[in-house]
């Protein structure tokens, strides 16, 4: 049965390819174009308003003129990728999650020396030392991409690799190492963009004292997790520590865990004893006359038996998530051709005989559209292809299906390429299943911010 359906597949297949229009070669040229005048023969920086810093050596630029132009494209967020009809697939049809992408070009007669090559720094706030540099080139009207050179150890590699050893030493007791399933303690992945940067610093080296002190969200945890205290670490320093957390943001990013699929604690109830300390339940202080606590740690039983009302406070994802440096992280890599450039890492979506998506939705004039398929919370992009009435999720005509993992929660939109407030927009959450990957697309009005938050959303 199942070899019957792939053999009609295929004719399937083979027929639409034997009427694909002509490919052409190239984006849809929306991006702005940023140009910088370059001295040859003088070291010379240059930082596009996008924050990307490019490095000419005297002898990276060989040209007769004696100034060069240099034009810069950058699509960093996922909105500027989908926009240009960029995608984020391999030439052999792996999905690759972007963390940035840009195109690199002269109108000027010039070339690179390769012994000189430019010295790149691609500013992310995904920072994971899994990803990769690729190449692109132009297939039909998006580009596929191919695996090129290494990324050079930035600052934030070194940090991350120690983080790395200092949370295998320290924490995997009990904390999970895949950072998605519980062990003594709770999963950490994708922490950073739940907790408050101070909050962890501060637990991390002694949560107990937090817990002394107060500190509700520490007393939260502590009651949640049966009041079994966590190791202090107060002989880590405020960069090593803040390098386990850089880790396992890293970490996270790699094995593709998003902030979706993460429950942090975010609320709780909490007593409040007689003289007005937040305590957990459970708990019992020592008080001395004035009501300060005087023993919270011994926890001796003081005879005080009163029940207040419960406070339940809420804690919020935090939106703070700046590193202690306050620097901006950047990825670095020398390039000595010109194109597109695009760091990634790849997602590894491996599952085995998986259905073909289909969208239907009749249209009049689908060249006006931009369809395609992205991850929740992730920049993993694949172009939507076009024929009778049918969108489908394909590598390219006649090609391989795309291999999807077995449950992914993706977007489907299809959006009008125009510069307008206002745009015609048909999209659909599905998660990926085995077959029957059969869906109906409805067009609707959109303002433009409402679809710019669909494909960006954290
Ligand atoms: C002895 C076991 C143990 C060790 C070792 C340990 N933890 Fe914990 N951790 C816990 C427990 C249990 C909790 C739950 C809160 C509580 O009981 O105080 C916790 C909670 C946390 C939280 C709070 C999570 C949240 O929801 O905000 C963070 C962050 C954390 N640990 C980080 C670390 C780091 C980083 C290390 C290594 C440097 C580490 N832990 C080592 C047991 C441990």
Not at 190 to 210: E, G, K, P, V, Y
Not at 217 to 236: E, G, I, P, Y
Request: negative net charge; contains cysteine.
């Amino acid at each position: 049965m199942k070899k019957q359906r792939t053999l009609l597949w295929l004719l399937f297949l083979l027929s639409l390819g034997a009427c694909q229009p002509e490919e052409t070669a190239s984006t849809k040229n929306v991006l702005p174009i940023e140009s910088f005048e370059i001295k040859v023969g003088s070291d010379t920086t240059i930082t596009t308003s996008r924050g990307i810093i490019l490095h000419f050596s005297p002898q990276t630029l060989i040209a007769k003129e004696e100034k060069v132009t240099i034009a810069v494209k950058a699509a960093l967020s996922r909105f500027e990728m989908v926009s240009e009809g960029l995608s984020s697939l391999t030439t052999e049809g792996e999905l690759l999650e972007s963390m940035g992408m840009f195109h690199l070009d002269s109108p000027s007669e010039v070339q690179i020396n390769a012994a000189y090559p430019i010295q790149v720094k691609l500013p992310s706030d995904k920072m994971t030392t899994a990803a990769k540099v690729f190449t692109g080139s132009n297939v039909g009207k998006t580009v596929k991409w191919e695996e090129s050179t290494a990324l050079d150890s930035s600052a934030v590699f070194r940090r991350i690799a120690q983080g790395a050893q200092l949370f295998d030493q320290y924490c995997t007791n009990c904390h999970n190492l895949n950072l998605r399933d519980q062990l003594t303690g709770p999963a950490l992945g994708r922490i950073t963009s739940f907790r408050d940067s101070s909050f962890l610093m501060a637990f991390t080296r002694n949560s107990q004292q937090l817990i002394a002190a107060g500190d509700t969200l520490a007393l939260c945890l502590f009651q949640a997790w049966n009041n079994s205290v966590m190791t202090s670490f107060d002989s880590l320093s405020d960069p090593q520590i803040w390098s386990i957390y850089e880790y396992i943001e890293s970490e996270s990013i790699a094995r593709g865990i998003s902030t979706s699929e993460m429950t942090y604690l975010d609320t709780c109830d909490l007593n409040i004893d007689p003289f007005g300390h937040t305590t957990a339940q459970g708990i019992e202080y020592s008080y001395d006359a004035n009501g300060n606590i005087i023993d919270s740690t011994n926890r001796t039983d003081t005879g005080y038996r009163y029940t207040p009302p419960p406070v339940s406070p809420s804690f919020p994802r935090s939106s703070n998530r700046s590193t202690l440096s306050q620097q901006l992280d950047y990825y670095e890599f020398d390039l000595s051709e010109f194109g597109w450039y695009n760091v990634d890492l790849y997602t590894n979506a491996e599952v085995g005989e998986i259905e073909n998506f289909k969208f239907k939705l009749e249209l009049d004039d689908p060249e006006r559209f931009n369809g395609f398929a992205i991850f929740r919370h992730r920049a993993v992009i694949i172009p939507l292809q076009y024929y009778e009435g049918v969108y489908y999720l394909l590598n390219g005509w006649g090609k391989e299906k795309i291999k999807f993992p077995e449950t992914i929660s993706m977007r489907i939109i299809l959006m009008e390429d125009t510069e307008a407030d206002e745009l015609e927009v048909a999209y659909l959450e599905v998660v990926s299943q085995l077959e029957d990957n059969d869906y109906e697309l409805e067009l609707e009005q959109m303002k433009k911010e409402e679809v710019v938050w669909l494909v960006n959303e954290e």
